[in-house]
Structures are given as C-alpha cells and as structure tokens.
C-alpha cells in the first residue's frame, strides 16, 4: 500500500518534536554538567585556600609561641593570637576556630565560601570549602 502525502507528513512531524524533546533534554544535561566542572573546580580551590591559610596560622602560631617557650614563658595566649593574626592577611577566608586543645596543639580551622555560576541555576548560590591545621608547640 503506497502512503499518502499526508501520512508522510503527520511521521516526518513526530520524528521533528522527538527530536526537538532530546535536543531539550541534551542541552539541559550538559548544562548540569557544565555547572560541575566549572562550580567543582570553584570548590576545589575555595578548598585549597582555606588549607593553605589554616597551614600557615598554624605555622605563625607555633614560631610564636617558640620565642616565648626559649625564655620559659607559657606560649599559648601568643600563638593563638598570632594564628588569628595571620588569617587576616587571606581575605575571603573566614576563622572557623583558634585554639589550643589539651595536648598542646594549636588548631585552626577556616572556611572559605565562593559564589557558584551554574548552579545557581538549580538553586545552589554558593560553596564553601573548609581547611585544618594543627601545630604542635613543643615543649622545652
């Protein structure tokens, strides 16, 4: 049975809003994908960075309170406030916590969050990557 010019045309129709439905449904999953490498590789570095300023408050900290143990003095109220210190110098990185817990070790923990661009679109506007140290200040 042959078709018939209207037939064809009602298929040719269908097979073009399939089409036009995966391209949709293409375009939206690489969106999504776009929006986790890009905003991924964001929270990697926000990661990276309040690592490095959490490392380097420690750093400060311990060296500090080293000068106040070589004259036999109790380091800890500088090393804390040498660590706070230190984290002024990363802006963007906020201060989680400075402390000394009861091993003699000085802890810094930060936070530092950054925008997304992707993924605000599904209602994600931002990522925060968190960073830790510890120091041990050792005794003389």
Wanted: charged share 15%; no cysteine; hydrophobic share 50%.
């Amino acid at each position: 049975m042959a078709s018939t010019p209207l037939a064809s045309a009602a298929t040719s129709t269908d097979r073009g809003a399939s089409l036009s439905a995966f391209v949709a449904v293409l375009v939206a999953v690489l969106l999504l994908l776009t929006g986790l490498v890009v905003d991924g590789g964001a929270k990697v570095a926000a990661d990276r960075e309040a690592e490095v300023a959490a490392a380097q408050a420690a750093r400060a900290g311990a060296d500090a309170a080293a000068r106040h143990r070589l004259v036999g003095q109790d380091g800890s109220a500088a090393a804390i406030a040498q660590a706070t210190s230190s984290l002024a110098s990363h802006p963007g990185v906020s201060i989680g916590e400075v402390r000394m817990d009861p091993s003699g070790r000085l802890v810094v923990t930060t936070t530092r969050t950054v925008p997304t661009t992707f993924l605000g679109l599904i209602g994600v506007q931002q990522l925060s990557g968190h960073g830790r140290a510890e120091a041990d200040l050792l005794r003389g």
